[in-house]
Structures are given as C-alpha cells and as structure tokens.
C-alpha cells in the first residue's frame, strides 16, 4: 500500500458562527481535486484528536437538502468540535459517496422511482459506495495526528483508517433525527451500508466494546 502524497498549500483563519477554524488546502498528487482540513483550537499533542471525515455533498452541505442528513451532520460536528475546544474537520472532494454530482443527481431520479439508494447507485454501474479514506489518512499525518476519536456512525471509515495507519480509539456517534424525506435513505444506510444509526431513538451504549472489538479483530 503506498502512501498518498499530500501537499498542504497554505492555511488561512476562518472566522464562524462556532469560532475560528484554521482552513488548510491541500493538493494530492496528481488527483484535480484539493481536499481541506478545518483545524480548531490547538491540538494539544497528536493523540485522541478529534477528528470528522466528512465527505463533500452540495445538495446537503450547501442547499440544505433533506435527501440526506449531509447537511446536518457537517454543522452538528463543527459544533461538537467547537465545544469540546479543539479538533479537525477533514473536507473530502468525494461528492454522492464518490460518484460524483451528476450521477448522483441521476441515482435521485431513480430513488424518486422507487429504487434505495444502494441499488440507484448499482443501475449506474456503480459500487454503492465508492469513497476511499487514504487521502483522509495521509492529511491527518501531515498535521502530526496519531490516534483520534473519530465522529462517525459509518464502521467501514474506522476499518479502513485503521487499514492506512491512523489509530481510531473511539467513536462519536452523530445523531441526527430523521425527517419525513430522508427517513428511507437513512433506513437504507443503516441496513445495506451497515452505519450505525439510532432509527428507533433508543440510547446507543456499546461503544467501548465496539471500538475493542474492532481493535482487537486487527491485533
Ligand atoms: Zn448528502
């Protein structure tokens, strides 16, 4: 497994309704595509950093769509970061879980017909989900990151981090409630995607087994 080549290319501060982020652009090898890491505060040693991988979604980052609970989980995480004083929002250039904005306006047209979101992507002879986390990796050694806690409800992000070299000690769930509109895609994420969601609101208290176990199935 070679190791992506990120090249962070200038940082600047942005001031938001959840304070200051440090945003750092980075290049990757010859992909077209920067990708961006939002930094809060200091980050106080390179270990249990808290840490987001939030791959990009226009629809739900920037219009606010309900499709998708995108939108909502980019702003809950800026929050949590903010409040817990330090930590980093990685911005990855993966829309429609890496097929792309014109596919996955396509893959709507289909849900629209009936299909989930899984089989959408397969009529378009694509993978269900086609997002890769090296680059996310590679960024997270670039800013002297170890170990963090990784504000995530989708398991294979944690395997496949773990894969490039970035230890996940834990795991924040994001909980988002669902709405009318996006309660079939949440559905869908849950029981063909494998990410772990709170459908029925009842307390979700078995992270720590989880994480070991996880850490344990690759010792
Ligand atoms: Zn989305």
């Known amino acids: ?126 993978e269900p989900d086609e997002r890769d986390y090296r680059v996310a990796a590679a960024i997270l050694k670039n800013l002297g990151v170890r170990s963090i806690r990784l504000i995530t409800n989708n398991p294979n992000k944690i395997d496949q981090l773990q894969a490039y070299g970035i230890a996940v000690e834990a795991r924040v769930p994001l909980v988002i409630p669902a709405t009318t509109e996006n309660a079939t895609y949440l559905r869908a994420k849950s029981s063909r995607l494998n990410h772990i969601l709170d459908l029925d609101g009842s307390a979700d208290d078995s992270e720590p087994s989880e994480i070991a176990r996880r850490n344990g199935r690759r010792a």
Not at 51 to 79: I, K, L, N, P, Y
């Open 1 to 126: 497994m070679t190791n992506e080549q990120v090249e962070r290319r200038s940082c600047a501060r942005i001031p938001t309704a959840h304070g200051d982020f440090e945003l750092c652009l980075y290049s990757c090898g010859d992909e077209a595509k920067d990708h961006l890491a939002m930094v809060y505060g200091q980050l106080d040693g390179s270990a249990q950093v808290l840490v987001r991988v939030h791959s990009e979604c226009f629809t739900g980052d920037v219009m606010g769509s309900q499709r998708c609970d995108c939108g909502a989980q980019f702003e809950r995480s800026m929050a949590l970061i903010a409040e817990s004083g330090a930590g980093i929002i990685l911005y990855l250039r993966q829309e429609g879980r890496g097929i792309g904005l014109l596919d996955k306006l396509r893959a709507y047209n289909l849900q629209d017909e009936g299909y989930d979101t899984v089989d959408a992507n397969l009529l378009l002879g694509h």
